[in-house]
Antibody
Framework: QVQLVQSGAEVMKPGASVRVSCKASGYTFNGYNIHWVRQAPGQGLEYMGWINANSGGPTYAQKFQGRVAMTRDTSISTAYMELTSLRSDDTAVYFC????????????WGQGTLVTVSS | QSALTQPPSASGSPGQSVTISCTGTSSDVGGYNYVSWYQQHPGKAPKLMIYEVSKRPSGVPDRFSGSKSGNTASLTVSGLQAEDEADYYCSSYAGNIIYVFGTGTKVTVL
């Protein structure tokens, strides 16, 4: 069965960087884009960007450009999202999600990774 | 890119219908037939309920339906059940291979 399993919770200091991983199983990794979405405590979903799992080419939402990097390692079917220069308002649950080709719908999601930014 | 606008809350009694709106612009909702809807229960990951405006993934009950008119998309839940109580988010392709989410609607089953 399709699964996206994310890395565990992180507590980071302001100014630090965090990398969240998303390991895929149960399907051909290269055939689906991986998107990243975050949700601050008690808030709505916020779109961060996506990576073409086949080519490795990323696309970032304007808000995060310059501060986020999305990569993947096809040999271990894993996508990564690194966010730098962390601030307290980056405290959120970060989700990865899979998109079947040309549907613009995210059909499988990771369980979420809580990143807490606190001094 | 601004978030799509949804009503903060909606409610209905069991068996009734509830409709949630999602208003964007001609650059997102109105410009593409790539509107999706997600259901999220507390502490859980979102679940895809509708994609490409009105298509249902396998396993989603046909009580859930989607539509679009101009810059506004809608999700209708018919025959409300207790388990439908959740937060619902719309999402739209917004051009330049970027997406945007709605502000979210809390659905309460009375």
């Amino acid at each position: 069965q399709v699964q996206l399993v994310q890395s565990g919770a992180e507590v980071m200091k302001p100014g630090a960087s965090v990398r969240v991983s998303c390991k895929a199983s149960g399907y051909t990794f290269n055939g689906y884009n991986i998107h990243w979405v975050r949700q601050a405590p008690g808030q709505g979903l916020e779109y961060m960007g996506w990576i073409n799992a086949n080519s490795g080419g990323p696309t970032y939402a304007q808000k995060f450009q310059g501060r986020v990097a999305m990569t993947r390692d096809t040999s271990i079917s894993t996508a990564y999202m690194e966010l730098t220069s962390l601030r307290s308002d980056d405290t959120a649950v970060y989700f990865c999600a899979r998109e079947p080709p040309a549907t613009a719908g995210f059909d499988y999601w990771g369980q979420g990774t809580l990143v807490t930014v606190s001094s | 890119q601004s978030a799509l606008t949804q009503p903060p809350s909606a409610s209905g009694s069991p068996g009734q219908s509830v409709t949630i709106s999602c208003t964007g612009t001609s650059s997102d909702v109105g410009g593409y037939n790539y509107v999706s809807w997600y259901q999220q229960h507390p502490g859980k990951a979102p679940k895809l309920m509708i994609y490409e405006v009105s298509k249902r993934p396998s396993g989603v009950p046909d009580r859930f339906s989607g539509s679009k008119s101009g810059n506004t998309a809608s999700l209708t839940v018919s025959g409300l059940q207790a388990e439908d109580e959740a937060d619902y988010y719309c999402s739209s392709y917004a051009g330049n291979i970027i997406y945007v989410f709605g502000t979210g609607t809390k659905v309460t089953v009375l």
